[in-house]
């Protein structure tokens, strides 16, 4: 993959009653504190660091940043960060040891900044913009996520957006749910949500 700089633009939308949503590459320098103060709030429990300080936040970002096959990204709206997501190939992480990977497949990882005042489908806006930004590379066939189980708010975005739920399985850190989705599954649920 060509390097790519941290202002660099990776995808953008234009979302109604919204405006337009950016992705970009995360820049440890730049976005660590903001998205410390995301992960250790309460709602962002399953993200599974409540408990971590700033250096064990920032040393876990390092790591994950260093890997090859895992990719970690903002989202950005008006030039404030919104989101955090991450992409990872499947068969270089220990979900393969779980289900069937199979050519094509991309893993996700998403969390929504806190909410500083409600905004209707705010949520659903991020969500498909990732999604978007996944199946823009022709490559990716299918998108995997697990879920914690308990994670109720994004089972009922995960099923909005066409994954299909597959089985549940325990992981180090939690008791999650293997949800598949396919680019069809997603073109066909985004046209029922209209």
């Not at 993200?47 to 994950?64: D, I, N, R, V």
């Not at 990716?140 to 914690?148: L, M, N, S």
């Not at 089972?155 to 992981?171: D, P, S, W």
Request: some cysteine; glycine content about 4%; aromatic content about 12%.
């Amino acid at each position: 993959m060509d390097t790519i700089t941290k202002t660099e633009v990776l995808f953008s939308k234009s979302c109604k009653d919204l405006g337009e949503i950016q992705i970009r590459p995360f820049d440890l320098e730049n976005d660590i504190l903001k998205l410390y103060a995301w992960v250790t709030r309460p709602y962002a429990k399953y993200w599974g660091m409540q408990g971590y300080t700033l250096a064990q936040f920032e040393e876990e970002y390092k790591k994950t940043e260093s890997q090859e096959h895992h990719h970690i990204c903002i989202g950005v709206l008006n030039d404030d960060p919104i989101f955090l997501m991450e992409y990872y190939s499947p068969n270089n992480d220990s979900i393969a040891d779980h289900y069937e990977v199979l050519p094509g497949d991309t893993g996700m990882h998403i969390l929504v900044a806190p909410a500083e005042k409600k905004i209707s489908k705010f949520t659903w806006n991020v969500f498909t913009t990732v999604m978007d930004f996944l199946f823009s590379n022709p490559k990716t066939k299918r998108i995997v996520v697990e879920p914690d189980v308990m994670n109720q708010k994004i089972h009922v975005l995960n099923t909005k957006a066409g994954f299909r739920y597959q089985k549940e399985i325990q992981l180090p850190h939690k008791k999650a749910h293997i949800a598949l989705c396919t680019r069809m599954d997603y073109e066909n649920a985004i046209q029922n949500s209209h």
